[in-house]
């Protein structure tokens, strides 16, 4: 069963910004890791409230090189690295508890 | 199975916390490169080294270390290397780098210092509060421990009366141009790449560089602070022909860097892609230059140009047996306009006691950085 947390985004740490994702590819084109689902899909679960989905995803948010190969390119201007800090961020404090 | 993050990012955390660097050097280590430069304590405008290139060859031995420990057994026992970590540093034997190495990063930053001086820069140094600034938490979200950590070099340069920064590589220059004025307000340092800065003085070759260079851009300089022109410029003003790889400027290719410590067998993958590229395109030149019937060594062979210790470090790991022709971009420069380094330094030693005494005082005046654009 998927559960939604509504309060997801709002308990987010700082200004999650996906909204103008139309899924277009350009960035998973682009990426040197080959990051698939960041940030079509993943950015779509957090916006969504799938929380349980973006923990299952720790290795794939850790993964990404915030190299800005993507972003470079996304015609939607997505802030794709701010957004992959801050679900870092989320991570690191509910996941890793490393956020005292 | 993979590096357990919890331990390892809390072992890095930790060490910021309780020891100001995420692998902490002793202050003799980390101010080793200035002996004998007599650069002055302090002052308005000061070089900043954030302790990068000095940690390069730590960073690089832990890696090597994380790297045997990936799908190994000893992976479950490392959340108790975090908790020995806090009261013993562990992570200084597992960082314990060669002197030959630590010797080569603390060159690169004595020739930025030489190289800035040629342009006639005059510039103090924080020594012992030159510190890191937390730029691989802050990447890796551990803002709690930045925060602080933030705030305690910001104090350092207040007390030092700092205006200016002079940096010497990307990230250090991200986090104190770009971060910093997030995370402190009130930070109004002003924040420039020595790359930027000798870029606006000119450089004077006293001999013209030979050969083709290849430019590895540095994902931080190129598409977070828009450094990419002014590498280009300052080679091509020593004599280098400018060769640009397919992926290069605000396109360029990552290094793997970011995830070494995390991810090391990937970060290798990603680098030695990078690696082929640039050989790739170090074989067009060697092909172009034997065409235009240049015969030097160093023209046919050609160089890579790297302006980031650890793009360079990461690159150099991959390109194995070709990794002599990867070089930090202050060594090309530094061999052009500086050429042998005592003997320059000794003939300005001679040269400031010959001045005047008013035209003396102009050269130390440490006020001549100029503002940015
Ligand atoms: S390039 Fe931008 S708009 Fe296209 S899928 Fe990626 S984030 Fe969305
Ligand atoms: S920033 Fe991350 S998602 Fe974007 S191209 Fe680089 S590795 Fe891929």
């Known amino acids: 069963m998927i559960r939604v947390d509504e309060e997801f985004l709002g308990s987010l740490d700082g200004p999650f910004d996906a909204a103008a994702c139309m899924s277009c590819g350009v960035c998973t084109a682009l990426c040197p890791m080959e990051i698939g689902s960041l940030p079509r899909e993943l950015f779509r679960h957090a916006i969504l409230g799938l929380a349980e989905r973006i923990r299952q995803q720790e290795d794939t948010i850790f993964s990404c090189l915030l190299c800005r190969s993507c972003e470079a390119s996304c015609p939607a201007e997505v802030p794709i690295t701010e957004n992959v800090r801050i679900l870092r961020r989320h991570l690191v404090k509910h996941q890793l508890g490393l956020g005292e | ?373």
Not at chain 2, 310 to 334: P, W
Request: hydrophobic share 40%; net charge positive; charged share 25%.
């Open chain 2, 1 to 373: 199975m993979p590096l357990q993050k919890k331990a390892v990012l809390g072992i890095l955390s930790d060490n910021l916390r309780r020891r100001g660097s995420v692998l902490p050097l002793s202050r003799r280590l980390h101010t080793r490169w200035a002996r004998g430069l007599g650069i002055p304590l302090g002052g308005e405008t000061v070089i900043y080294t954030g302790q990068m290139y000095q940690l390069i060859p730590a960073i690089s031995k832990m890696a090597r270390r994380m790297a045997s420990l990936e799908d190994s057994w000893l992976t479950r026992v490392m959340g108790a290397g975090r908790v020995v970590n806090k009261v013993l540093n562990i992570s200084w034997f597992l960082s314990r780098a060669r002197r030959r190495e630590r010797a080569v990063y603390d060159s690169m930053l004595r020739d930025i210092a030489l190289l800035l001086r040629a342009s006639g820069v005059e510039f103090g140094y924080l020594y012992g509060d030159d510190m890191y600034t937390g730029a691989l938490v802050h990447d890796q979200g551990v803002d709690s421990a930045l925060a602080a950590h933030a705030r305690r070099v910001v104090a350092a340069l207040q007390a030092h009366g700092v205006k200016r920064l002079i940096t010497v590589d990307p990230h250090t220059t991200h986090m104190l141009r770009s971060v910093y004025p997030q995370l402190i307000e009130g930070f109004e340092i002003e924040v420039r790449s020595y790359l930027e800065i000798l870029d606006e003085r000119g450089l004077v070759p006293r001999e013209m560089h030979d050969g083709p260079v290849v430019v590895h851009d540095s994902c931080v300089y190129a598409r977070y602070e828009s450094v990419v022109d002014s590498p280009r410029r300052l080679l091509t003003s020593i004599g280098a022909a400018v060769v640009e790889p397919e992926l290069s400027g605000v396109w360029t290719h990552c290094c793997g860097g970011p995830i070494e410590s995390l991810f090391p067998r990937r970060a290798h993958e990603i680098a030695a892609r990078r690696v082929e590229q640039l050989a790739e395109s170090l074989s067009t030149a060697h092909v172009e230059a034997a065409g235009r019937g240049e015969q030097g060594e160093r023209s046919q062979r050609g160089t890579v140009a790297v302006m980031c210790p650890i793009c360079l470090v990461n690159l150099t790991g991959a390109a194995e047996a070709s990794a002599g022709r990867y070089r930090d971009i202050s060594r090309l420069l530094a061999d052009s306009v500086i050429g042998d380094r005592a003997r320059w330094l000794a003939r300005r030693e001679r040269g400031q006691k010959a001045l005047p005494a008013a035209q003396a005082d102009v050269e130390a005046d440490p006020g001549v950085l100029p503002s940015a654009p």
